[in-house]
């Protein structure tokens, strides 16, 4: 079996352990596993894209060489809890919540990752190479309102998905579940590094038709630009304060998720 198979099962079946184990109420679907250059040109200009706080691979790792990034699906029996504006929203406040559901979904998925990062750093290590969990995951900038290590724009770099209008990363999959990562020395001689995707799977990038994520916002933190190909004005200050209402009644769960639950690029079966 070659290194890019071993993780990829290595992920795979430690998910379906830890569930068991945990006994976990929420239930996941099979994982997508990407590896990105971390010498690469998207890396070498990484701070342009995202903030100028974010690292870089080598940052965590001096001697990195590829960085795995992995999707985990939710369910569609779990985005509709979340979808469900009747059940969700407070009659006084009027404010929709995310469902009780989504709120434990996200922090035992929180807890699963966390531990899997380091069982996959110390699993790397027992084969020869060099890994670590990057700590600049967990830094955030409350001035800018963003993080460190964006798990999306490292998704992105290995080849998992492209940008929906939300900003979420529509993997072959969809875009309703979690990524994460890890860096580590492994050669990109040894591990064919993936790309990023240039085939759009945004439908109202392509062709302004969907915008689902964007109609869906309670708060309406998502405006739609005149130009379809461009980014909506995100306001993440309105996100942020939907996400704390939230972590206030669900205490662990700053999420909402909303933008996930309905739009076509929730769920996906591409090759």
């Not at 239930?27 to 997508?32: H, I, Q």
């Not at 974010?54 to 509709?80: N, W």
Request: hydrophobic share 40%; with cysteine.
């Amino acid at each position: 079996m070659e290194l890019r198979e071993k993780i990829e099962s290595f992920i795979a079946e430690y998910i379906v352990k830890y569930s068991r184990d945990r006994q976990l109420q929420t239930v996941f679907g099979s994982p997508l596993v990407g590896f990105a250059d971390a010498g690469s040109e998207y890396f070498a200009n990484i701070k342009a894209v995202t903030n100028v706080h974010h690292a870089h691979p080598r940052d965590i790792l001096p001697d990195a060489g590829i960085v795995i990034a992995y999707y985990i699906p939710f369910t569609k029996e779990l985005a509709e809890t979340n979808d469900n504006k009747a059940a969700c929203t407070d009659p006084e406040s009027d404010f929709e919540h995310c469902s009780e559901k989504w709120a434990r979904a996200y922090i035992e998925l929180n807890a699963l990752m966390a531990d899997m990062n380091e069982a996959l750093a110390d699993f790397v290590r027992s084969l020869g190479y060099a890994a670590a969990v990057p700590a600049e995951a967990t830094k955030f900038d409350p001035s800018i309102l963003m993080s460190y290590w964006s798990q999306r724009h490292i998704a992105f770099a290995a080849g998992l998905g492209t940008f929906g209008m939300n900003n979420m990363l529509i993997s072959k999959k969809g875009c309703c579940g979690r990524y994460n990562s890890i860096v580590t020395a492994i050669s990109t001689s040894v591990i064919t590094p993936d790309v990023p995707l240039t085939e759009e799977r945004c439908l109202f990038k392509k062709n302004g038709s969907c915008g689902v994520c964007m109609r869906r916002c309670p708060i309406h933190a998502l405006d739609p630009a005149d130009d379809h190909k461009k980014a909506p004005v995100f306001d993440r200050a309105a996100c942020y304060s939907s996400c704390r209402i939230n972590d206030a009644k669900y205490p662990g769960a700053d999420v909402c998720g909303k933008c996930v639950t309905a739009a076509a690029c929730a769920f996906l079966d591409l090759k």
